[in-house]
Nanobody, 127 residues
């Protein structure tokens, strides 16, 4: 069982920045590929949108077109933590952001490819 805990959400003005963190506890210290998804207001769980993912080793990163050039995903395996640095935030980035993990090497962009999910952290961008 992998336990994920997100933090770092909040309220920010358009153009501002936030950094989300997700700490992971994995059995036997096994590595996992991890990703960030978001669920916009009024959307169902099944409509969670892929944001970014990072491979087991951290050598490969994947981004949704809507966040490329603005968001950066990274991982610190010594701390069992991944981060999502979000710059140039827009009101349409407002959502609950979820961290997800799967015990595979490569990151994935589909929510149904992930086995474990955090509880989510709210990000609100005001115009």
């Amino acid at each position: 069982q992998v336990r994920l805990v997100e933090s770092g959400g909040g309220l920010v003005q358009a153009g501002g920045s936030l950094r989300l963190s997700c700490s992971a506890s994995t059995p036997n210290g096994n590595g996992v590929a991890m990703g960030w998804f978001r669920q916009a207001p009024g959307k169902e769980r099944e409509e969670r949108e892929f944001v970014a993912a990072i491979s087991w080793s951290g050598g490969e990163e994947y981004y949704a077109d809507s966040v490329k050039g603005r968001f950066t995903i990274s991982r610190d395996d010594a701390e069992n933590t991944i981060y999502l640095q979000m710059n140039s935030l827009k009101p349409e980035d407002t959502a609950v952001y979820y961290c997800a993990a799967v015990p595979t090497v490569a990151g994935a962009s589909r929510a149904d490819e992930y086995d474990y999910w955090g509880q989510g952290t709210q990000v609100t961008v005001s115009s």
